[in-house]
């Protein structure tokens, strides 16, 4: 093979190499446009923000309760415009999983919490517990 071959084939295995470099920085770009995030609180009470591997902001939350004599709230906020979106729920008794508000469309650069509260029947208040934020 003459060098002005071997020139092409170099050239061609590093632009490929480039490209496919590229699209993994790309990747890793859109994945890490958000920080932050997860659950907060005991083990017992859990407020929880996530993003998606979609692009949405998901909330949620869990409680570990011996008692149902309750009612949940599981609140998304937009720290940034001070909007919210509530779910409401009967509480569970033992280990339960609430799905808030998945916001399909987030604004970059907001910051979003996902809030948990839990309303006692018998008119003591209410406990809550906060995500950390996620900036997205």
């Known amino acids: ?24 920085l790309a990747a890793a770009g859109s994945a890490s446009a958000t920080s932050g995030g997860g659950c907060g609180g005991p083990a017992w009470e859990q407020g929880c923000v996530s993003a998606t591997a979609s692009g949405a902001v998901n909330s949620d939350a869990y409680t570990n309760l011996q008692s149902n004599a309750c009612s949940v709230d599981v609140i998304l906020w937009d720290y940034t415009t001070n909007t919210h979106w509530d779910n409401w729920f009967a509480c569970g008794s033992g280990y339960t999983h609430y799905q808030g508000t998945l916001l399909p469309n987030p604004s970059s650069g907001h910051d979003y919490k996902s809030e948990l509260r839990v309303y006692w029947n018998n008119g003591s208040g209410y406990d809550y517990q906060t995500s950390p934020d996620l900036i997205y």
């Open 1 to 24: 093979m003459n060098t002005r071959g071997i020139k092409r084939i170099t050239a061609l295995a590093f632009a490929g190499a480039a490209l496919a470099g590229g699209l993994g």
